[in-house]
């Protein structure tokens, strides 16, 4: 009894301290100062304007503007930095440290003014669920690493005038969930796989290719390619595809949206496109 009345208590004031650490950390509310320390590398690499500067001070990180934390382990989870206006686009580099925030689901620095190279080590964000970079001045090729991010489903690496590109694009048929890719304007002329690569992506549901140096894929090749059947919507405007490409759209039965404007097709469409489209959407 007496062995029994020991353990009662001690589960008893094990229960008790844990609901107070619990109690001190909800009301603390205070981001990891690991992670802190990172944003704060991050901002020092930009040139931020007043008002992110005027916010992104203390020790609470989660309040600062543009961040989302946990509301259990106040790891921070989301970085969302897109401007309402352009007096609050950021400037600079996107320093490595923004790898420092392991629990990140959201990266959104959509349309800023950053340059440089996407740091490699985003790839080693394996919690990431939407990773946006669109609209900015990144140059370089596109790291591979980002083949890792196995939870992604948002991918938007679109717009960079600096000259992004992409040798290949076997990554991307590791990246399982994947729902939405947009790698308008990067260069993919050198990425004689860019079809083989997409057609391996199980859940993609949204793809823009367009402005890409895309480039006729050898014929014999299409009745080989597992077509993702998922895709609702394909923009491959403003490249240099021919009519064959079209084959590799006859299995899309969930297709919807289909442009194809400022290529070089020719002839009519076959039969099968045709069924595909009556009653929904095919670009000139």
Known sequence: MLYFGYNFLFCLVSFLCFNVLCAESFHTNKCVE??????LKFRDAVNFNREFISS???????KWEGISCNNFTHHVIGLNLEPLNYTKELRGKLDSSICELKHLTSLNLYRNNLEGKIPKCIGSLDKLIELNLGYNYFDGVIPPSLGNLSNLQTLDLSENYYGMSANDLEWLSHLSNLRYLDLSYVNLTLAVDWLSSISKIPSLSELHLYVCGLHQVNPKSIPLLNTSISLKSVDLSDNELQSSILKSFRNMSQ????YLNFNQLSGKLSDNIQQLCTTKSLGP
């Open 34 to 39: 690991t992670e802190r320390r990172a944003l």
């Open 56 to 62: 992104w001070k203390g020790e609470d990180c989660c």
């Open 255 to 258: 297709l919807q949206e289909l």
